[in-house]
C-alpha cells in the first residue's frame, strides 16, 4: 500500500475512533482525547520530523492502560480497537518506507 495512503486510513482510524467512544461516552477525557488525535493526524499528515513516533508511543500507552480493564470486561469492541492500534503502530514503526516518510 502507498505510503500516504497508509497514514490517511491511519489518521481516520484515529479520528474515527475517537468519534466513536465519543458516541458510546460521552466525557471530557474522550473530547481530548479526540482534539489529540486531530492534531496528531495534522502531524501524521504534515508531515512533521518523527510524528510516526510519537503517535506509536501515544497509542502504544492509550493501548496499556485501557486493556487490563477490556480484558476483565471482555468488552470486544475495545479490544478490537487495542488490536488495530497495535496494527497502526507497527505500520508507523516497523515499515521501513513510513520511517524514512518521516525523517
Same mark, same amino acid.
Do not use: H, Q
Given at each position: 500500500?502507498?505510503?500516504?495512503?497508509?497514514?490517511? =486510513?491511519? +489518521?481516520?482510524?484515529?479520528?474515527?475512533?475517537? *468519534?466513536?467512544? =465519543?458516541?458510546?461516552?460521552?466525557?471530557?477525557?474522550?473530547? +481530548?482525547?479526540?482534539?489529540?488525535?486531530?492534531?496528531?493526524?495534522?502531524?501524521?499528515?504534515?508531515?512533521?520530523?518523527?510524528?510516526?513516533?510519537?503517535?506509536?508511543?501515544?497509542?502504544? *500507552?492509550?493501548?496499556?492502560?485501557?486493556?487490563?480493564?477490556?480484558?476483565?470486561?471482555?468488552?470486544?469492541?475495545?479490544?478490537? /480497537?487495542?488490536?488495530?492500534?497495535?496494527?497502526?503502530?507497527?505500520?508507523? *514503526?516497523?515499515?521501513? /518506507?513510513?520511517?524514512?516518510?518521516?525523517?
Amino acid at each position: 500500500m502507498d505510503i500516504k495512503k497508509t497514514i490517511k =486510513l491511519i +489518521c481516520g482510524w484515529l479520528v474515527g475512533k475517537s *468519534v466513536l467512544n =465519543l458516541i458510546l461516552g460521552f466525557s471530557l477525557s474522550n473530547i +481530548c482525547m479526540l482534539v489529540m488525535f486531530i492534531a496528531i493526524s495534522v502531524m501524521l499528515l504534515a508531515p512533521i520530523k518523527y510524528s510516526n513516533y510519537i503517535t506509536a508511543v501515544i497509542l502504544g *500507552v492509550v493501548v496499556l492502560a485501557n486493556f487490563p480493564t477490556n480484558i476483565a470486561n471482555a468488552a470486544i469492541i475495545y479490544l478490537i /480497537e487495542a488490536v488495530v492500534d497495535i496494527i497502526s503502530i507497527v505500520a508507523l *514503526v516497523g515499515k521501513k /518506507e513510513v520511517r524514512d516518510y518521516f525523517k
